[in-house]
């Protein structure tokens, strides 16, 4: 009978042990992945604010026609610098359901700089067209992020 005594104990020891560490990283995969959603979200800020930045440069240099060409092209891709290493961590740590709308949101950044940097003042069709396809692309982009957070609209 002490047998049975002993194997009940081994037995409730090897549950408890079992559950405990069942329960334990069940912890900290859902830690794991609240980092990991914090992390991105940082990410995805970072990137946001790099374009914003960029798109604003842009935009006020297509307004400064008065301003030396030279100068003009070095603000846009001095603004638009980075947005290239951002999109780089975005890549590697991002899903692709929000990769592809941000490197869509780059490219179309990318013309409105080329636009500029030629010279071409706000109210080109170059630049008005430009502003239109990046603005659709940043509502994609952004859509795509707050999905990715669970943060859907």
């Known amino acids: 009978m002490e047998w049975i005594a002993l194997a009940s104990t ?64 070095r603000a846009v891709w001095d603004a638009f610098e980075p947005c290239i290493s951002l999109r780089y961590e975005l890549a590697i740590s991002a899903p692709p359901f929000v990769v592809s709308p941000t490197e869509d949101t780059f490219r179309r950044l990318r013309d409105i700089r080329d636009v500029v940097a030629q010279g071409m003042s706000a109210e080109s069709n170059e630049y008005a067209l430009g502003r239109t396809r990046y603005d659709q692309a940043h509502i994609t982009l952004r859509t795509a992020m707050r999905r990715d957070l669970g943060a859907e609209p």
């Open 10 to 73: 081994v037995v409730g020891g090897a549950i408890a042990a079992g559950s405990a560490g069942w329960l334990e990283h069940r912890r900290w995969r859902r830690v794991r992945g609240e980092q990991n959603i914090d992390t991105r979200r940082a990410q995805y800020g970072s990137y946001l604010a790099a374009l914003a930045t960029a798109r604003h440069t842009c935009s006020l240099m297509a307004r400064e026609t008065e301003s030396p060409l030279d100068q003009r092209r």
